[in-house]
């Protein structure tokens, strides 16, 4: 099946709407220019033909594809966010296809400096002679998540015209937010109607999904005692100077930028201070709840030997949970995971399966009853300006959505 032109269309399409979500907003969604991509979206929706095409007051676009068999199945969700990421602006975005890449640089922006290879980026060496998209240089491209997009609006068009394909009902959900950590917080899982969902916002072609980490966010606050530092012998406690020895002692080989793939770390996001007050903040990252639970276990050691050390400050630590490991859920229902390795197969692809460093909208929703795994889109190198996807990766995505459509009826 080749779908790359349509493809192509639709994403260069939604790439050039500005949709950068904003973690500062007080509002649902975090920004109003999300809701153009929305609104547009609803609209595609109808023409192609979905029933029940909902644009909600949050943001939420939700819609239906009918059943083309009698026998009942389970009702099967494909998920994507609009927003895309505050890191990297994501303004005045022009996408460029560089066709049939041959295997060496791609020049993004030779005013800007950015330049692709298989050098900075290694996951760009599957996808010789394809067709690769980027952004301009001076901005990221938004493959993250429209790529998505993209993806289920070209397989669900493709379904709606070809009900000789066997599938139950289908749902289909955009959610803004996602990048902001907001994204299903207002999300109505009863009324989507899904038992089974995926998530298309994975990354290179084959990649597939079903952990994430599980994550804790830490706090210390220092309370100190404050004494005119010439007469400051056995009577001062240097609250910032505290917090900064409490920092220095957490091991070096468990930070994220000396770990990977399973390795869990604590990053200290905040430390703000003075003499009488100090907080450090920070988060624990680990896909073992027993390593997260052993991680902190080590901090606590560590700030009550800081106890003994500095008696005239007050410390004290906490954790709160943040969000948990969908894979505890996923398990429980084998032939989500199944389906999802027979259709990647099908696909004619070999299924990597790898542990997200980082939590998924998919992840919430499992945990809101939703068991939702991660699907790759076919592209790399998020929330900048080296953002690349392949329209060759994006095909086999949509291929890979209309096999999970064959495989749930089975
Ligand atoms: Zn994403």
Redesign the pocket.
């Known amino acids: 099946m080749d779908f790359k032109a349509a493809l192509y269309k639709r994403f260069e399409k939604y790439a050039r709407i500005d949709t950068t979500s904003d973690e500062k907003s007080g509002t649902f969604p975090s920004t109003k220019k999300q809701l153009v991509l929305s609104r547009l979206l609803a609209a595609e929706l109808k023409a192609i033909g979905a029933k029940s095409v909902k644009l909600d007051k949050y943001g939420y676009v939700t819609a239906g594809i009918p059943a083309t068999i009698k026998e009942k199945k389970p009702v099967i969700g494909f998920l994507a ?1 609009v927003d895309t990421s505050p890191a990297v602006s994501g303004k005045d975005v022009r996408p460029q296809v560089h066709k049939g890449w041959k295997g060496g640089d791609i020049v993004i922006s030779r005013k800007h400096g950015v330049i692709l290879n298989t050098k900075n980026c290694p996951e760009l060496a599957g996808c010789r002679g394809e067709d690769i998209v980027t952004a301009s240089g001076d901005t990221l491209l938004g493959a ?2 429209k790529a ?1 997009i993209a993806v289920i609006m070209t397989a669900a068009e493709y379904l709606l015209q070809h009900k000789e394909i066997p599938h139950g009902i289908l749902k289909i959900g955009f959610t803004p937010d ?2 902001v950590g907001q994204g299903v917080k207002f999300f109505d899982v009863k009324a989507f109607g899904a038992d089974y969902a995926y998530t298309f ?1 994975g990354d290179v072609a084959g990649a597939v999904e079903d952990e994430t980490f599980n994550a804790d966010g830490v706090k210390i606050t220092i309370e100190g005692k404050s004494v005119h530092p010439g007469t400051a012998k056995n009577a001062l406690a240097n609250a910032a100077r505290i917090a900064a020895d409490i920092v220095a002692r957490w091991p070096e080989n468990l930070l994220p930028e000396t770990t990977e793939n399973r390795e869990g770390f604590i990053m200290f996001t905040d430390i703000a201070g003075e003499i009488e007050k100090a907080e450090v903040s920070g988060i624990v990252r680990e896909h073992d709840i027993k390593k997260l639970k052993a991680m902190e276990r080590q901090l606590e050691a560590i700030v009550a030997a800081a106890r003994l050390k500095y008696p005239l400050a007050k410390i004290a630590l906490s954790f709160r949970e943040q969000y948990r490991n969908m894979k505890q859920v996923i398990v429980k229902h084998p032939e989500v995971m199944g389906n999802l390795l027979a259709a990647v197969k099908g696909a004619g692809l070999v299924p990597h399966m790898k542990p997200v460093r980082g939590g998924t909208d998919g992840a919430r929703l499992s945990f809101m009853g939703l068991p939702t795994p991660n699907v790759f889109t076919g592209g790399y190198n ?1 929330h900048g300006r080296y953002e690349w996807v392949s329209l060759d990766g994006m095909n086999k995505s949509a291929e890979v959505l209309i096999n999970l459509a064959r495989e749930w009826a089975k």
Do not use: K, L
């Open positions: 966010h993250d998540n998505g996602e990048e916002d998020y």
